[in-house]
């Protein structure tokens, strides 16, 4: 993957994705699985979602995506309700990177990437030179460039996730809200997918469980427990043994060296 940095495609300016009272709730259970939840991820910052299984960071992230309607609540886009805003300007807008999906299709690299480029083209219309650029710029961010015959099938799981991560760069949103993308990952590869969205310059969303990866590339933090907002804001002022201890049930050290905040859990709390 390309160390390089990744500036905005030319007239792609980042905003801000809010959310206010967002509530979900699912036929069969008592409890809403998002509660009264208060959300912002401020133009081109990384605001990570961290939370324990089951808190509703996926359920939040379908929610800012529009995928899933909060009863009540509302989505803003650069202070504009979600929903009000043409189909086309959202689909443009907002690109999202599901957690990985083991589908077998047999499409290839190229053409994964290139569904990326569909909000942008008319309903029949065919790819022209921008969006075959936008889509070798977006492969070579994601270190892939050779790879566009590649069939999907024959990928690794990593490898699929890197892809996913191109058709999500490859449609140049303002938004890019991403489940977990570093599941799959090696080492290596999570840190540099992680640098590669905090040199986007776009407004990040994404959901982590390595909670060193959300100190080190998090610029804002919002913590999950139960599907309320348990704490919201800047990395190194959410991020503490407290948090740590009340949310996650792990004791855990806390220091900050220069600008890194460096997180050590040292056991379960009940240990
Ligand atoms: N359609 C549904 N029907 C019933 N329960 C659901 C549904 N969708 C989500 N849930 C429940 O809501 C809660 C939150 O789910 P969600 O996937 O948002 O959590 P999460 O924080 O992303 O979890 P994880 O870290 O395990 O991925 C979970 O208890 C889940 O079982």
Redesign the pocket.
């Known amino acids: 993957m390309s160390p390089g940095t990744a500036a905005p495609a030319r007239g792609v300016r980042p905003v801000e994705i809010s959310g206010q009272g967002l509530t979900?709730r699912?036929?069969?259970?008592t409890a809403p699985?998002?509660d009264d939840v208060g959300f912002t991820a401020p133009a081109g910052c990384v605001t990570g979602?961290i939370?324990?299984?089951?808190?509703?960071?996926?359920?939040?992230?379908?929610t800012l995506a529009g995928s899933t309607s909060p009863q009540p609540g509302v989505v803003r886009l650069d202070g504009r309700p979600f929903g009000e805003l043409p189909r086309r300007e959202r689909a443009r807008t907002v690109a999202v990177m599901e957690?990985n999906s083991d589908s077998d299709t047999d499409l290839a690299v190229a053409d994964v990437v290139a569904l990326g480029r569909l909000p942008h083209r008319g309903r029949m219309a065919p790819a022209g030179p921008q969006d075959a650029a936008a889509c070798a710029r977006a492969l070579d961010l994601v270190g892939l460039t050779g790879t566009e015959q590649r069939r999907w099938r024959t990928l690794s799981g990593g490898e699929r996730q890197r892809v996913q991560a191109a058709r999500a760069l490859a449609q140049e949103p303002a938004v890019l809200l991403l489940?977990?993308p570093t599941n799959h990952l090696d080492v290596q590869h999570q840190h540099e997918l992680l640098s590669l969205l905090a040199t986007t310059g776009l407004t990040v969303v994404v959901?982590l469980?390595d909670l060193a990866l959300a100190a080190r590339y998090c610029d804002r933090l919002v913590v999950?427990h139960e599907?309320r907002t348990h704490a919201a804001g800047r990395t190194h002022e959410v991020l503490t043994a407290d948090t740590l201890r009340t949310v996650f049930g792990v004791r855990a050290d806390v220091s900050r060296h220069a600008d890194t905040l460096r997180v050590e859990v040292l056991g379960s709390v009940g240990d």
């Open positions: 979900v699912v036929r069969g259970r699985i998002l979602l939370g324990p299984n089951g808190s509703g960071k996926s359920t939040l992230l379908h957690q489940d977990e959901v469980h999950l599907g």
